[in-house]
């Protein structure tokens, strides 16, 4: 039977309907994927501006006279104080803190220059606060520096040398600094001589130093005094964070990022806990000034509760409370775009004063829930590094300071190097997650057919 016209004007109109439908749909995808190019082209650029990061810092704390008995005052004295850094970075400023303090505090100037107590001159360079020297911070107030040339190596030592005319009875420190640092009278300037100077192991008001740099991100660690580096050794910066940062920064096999840079934060602090007081605020407390403020930030490593744990009434109670209070620091560090990393508790079995079959119940419980509960977005089973194999309850022999609690030089380097080999797989599988994402987005979302 042939065709009437009639059929055929039909079909021809069929078949223009169906080709402007496939120029329409080929049109809507072209704009698709303009706009995700220009999404990706966006985010491709936030991610290669410059910012600020960390390189180092520490938590503050308030004065303890148990820790801290002689006088503090530092009215009219220079202060000399050394840290290690772990980025570099051409720009630099510094972080001063009077948080904890209730009085203001003022400051003639501050200098910063290469190398340990015994500067190279020629290196020194002073901070500035809105192009002056000088600076007054109010009781309860931080306070940046202006920007800084300074050319900055990674894992390189700096000299900080603060003039204070006038300083609070009580300052605001970090107790726990394992390193010396120099007090003079009077005002010093990068020629002094501080050989005779007095000789306290803690740090004054420096709260972090931050590089200004791209393709660069920073770690922060909420810890104790595992963390913080008791048993350490007085100025050889041998804590756990620093081995970690010395395999990160300083080993070329080890490349995290397109620059091969990893900033470290040890926001440790000596018989800090979660829940209550001990030494400093609680952790659950301070997780937002001391971490989520830090600059830079790719993730966090929470690796605190060994004090909750060892002083516990109720340790069935502490374990949930402490369960609690990780979910809501990881759901804190999640919702601003932050990797979380759980650390376990590491064994104490023989620590006087801490050690019970219920509290090492309660460790298990709560390691248990770290390795297992799917929260974190990776695991550091420092417990598995450091058990005795032979009874897991307590630290290898050759690995604690004699406590049977904190490591020694020899148990943080192994920390260290482990932490850091993690790290390196966390962020190898958050690349190929990242691989995996843009895959899907490259395949056509609309058919051809």
């Known amino acids: 039977m042939l065709s009437t016209p ?23 995808y072209r704009k698709f994927l303009t706009v995700l190019l220009l999404c990706v082209t966006i985010a491709s650029y936030a991610q290669q501006k410059a910012r600020w990061i960390g390189t180092w810092a520490c938590a503050q704390q308030p004065v303890d006279k148990h820790f801290m008995p002689y006088n503090n005052q530092m ?60 600076v007054h911070i109010a009781a309860g107030r931080a306070i940046f520096t202006d920007a ?17 005319r006038k300083a609070p009875k009580s300052p605001t420190v970090h107790m726990g600094s394992r390193t010396t640092s120099y007090i003079l009278k009077g005002t010093s300037n990068p020629m002094t001589n501080f050989a005779s100077a007095l000789k306290e192991n803690h740090w004054f008001n420096i709260s972090s130093i931050e590089v200004y740099d791209k393709d660069v991100a920073a770690i922060a660690i ?8 008791k048993g ?39 018989n800090n806990r979660i829940l209550s007081v001990g030494l400093g605020i609680p952790g659950k407390d301070r997780f937002n000034r001391d971490i989520l403020t830090q600059h830079g930030l790719s993730s966090v490593i929470i690796f605190e509760a060994i004090n909750d744990i060892g002083t516990s009434k109720n340790p069935e109670e502490t374990a949930q409370l402490l369960i609690r209070e990780y979910e809501k620091m990881i759901i804190k560090a999640h919702e601003r775009g932050l990797k979380v990393y759980g650390g376990t508790i590491t064994p104490f079995k023989g620590c006087k004063g801490y050690y019970t079959e219920e509290r090492e119940k309660c460790r298990k419980t709560v390691n248990e ?43 943080y380097k192994l920390m260290g190097e482990y932490a850091a080999k993690k790290i390196l797989q966390f962020e190898e599988n958050k690349k190929t997650e990242v691989t995996h994402i843009k895959k899907i987005k490259d395949k056509p979302l609309l058919s051809n057919r």
Request: proline share 4%; hydrophobic share 35%; net charge positive.
């Open 6 to 28: 009639n059929h055929e004007n039909k079909n021809n109109t069929f078949a223009l309907h169906l080709e402007k439908k496939e120029i329409r749909t080929k049109m809507l």
């Open 75 to 134: 009215t009219n004295r220079s202060v000399r104080q050394i840290v290690k850094v772990s980025i570099g970075g051409r720009l630099i400023r510094l972080l001063l803190s009077n948080e904890l303090s209730a009085e203001p505090l003022e400051i003639t100037s501050i200098y910063v220059a290469k190398e340990e107590y015994k500067i190279e001159p020629l290196t020194a360079r002073y901070f500035s606060f809105h192009g002056k020297k000088g």
């Open 148 to 164: 800084l040339k300074f050319d900055l190596k990674p894992l390189e030592k700096l000299s900080i040398t603060i003039n204070y």
């Open 222 to 229: 909420l810890g104790n005094s595992i963390t913080d580096g």
């Open 232 to 270: 350490s050794t007085i100025n050889a910066q041998d804590r756990w964070p620093d081995r970690m940062s010395e395999t990160l920064n300083n080993t070329k096999e080890y490349n995290l990022l397109k620059s091969g840079r990893m900033g470290i934060l040890n926001l440790g602090i000596g």
């Open 369 to 411: 829930w770290i390795r297992s509960s799917g929260k974190y977005d990776g695991i550091i089973d420092f417990d598995q590094l450091l058990c005795d194999p032979a009874s897991p309850e307590q630290l290898r022999k050759d690995l604690h300071i004699g406590d049977w609690l904190h490591p020694n030089a020899a148990g």
